[in-house]
Nanobody, 128 residues
Framework: QVQLVESGGDSVQAGGSLRLSCAAS????????MGWFRQAPGKEREGVATIYTGRGSTYYADSGKGRFTISRDYATNTLYLQMNSLRPDDTAMYYCAAGAGWGGACRRPINGDDFSSWGQGTQVTVSA
């Protein structure tokens, strides 16, 4: 059973940076689609970034492009999201997710159906 535990959320001022971590266990397949999603109060869940671990290919939603970087440490099975130049509209609960993807890749644009396991979330609050 896949388990995902996020950490690193915090309250920061606009322009600041945070690095979110997701400790993953139970990943028994060679490759997974892994990603970060976020959900702000009153808004729908939004895909932020994905990485297909078999190839290391990454994809970013427009909201994070140029500011966020997704990466994975294969030795420790930890997924990261480095977030720079944070804005108040980045305020949300951030979730780590993992799944089989589709056809050996993560779909573009980001599709929640690619993911079958979800973490509990870590809160990011950005003040103006």
């Amino acid at each position: 059973q896949v388990q995902l535990v996020e950490s690193g959320g915090d309250s920061v001022q606009a322009g600041g940076s945070l690095r979110l971590s997701c400790a993953a266990s139970g990943l028994t397949h060679f490759a997974y689609c892994m990603g970060w999603f976020r959900q702000a109060p009153g808004k729908e869940r939004e895909g932020v970034a994905t990485i297909y671990t078999g190839r290391g290919s990454t994809y970013y939603a427009d909201s994070g492009k140029g500011r966020f970087t997704i990466s994975r440490d294969y030795a420790t099975n930890t997924l990261y999201l480095q977030m720079n130049s944070l804005r108040p509209d980045d305020t949300a609960m951030y979730y780590c997710a993992a799944g089989a993807g589709w056809g050996g890749a993560c779909r573009r644009p980001i599709n929640g159906d690619d993911f079958s396991s979800w973490g509990q979330g870590t809160q990011v609050t950005v003040s103006a």
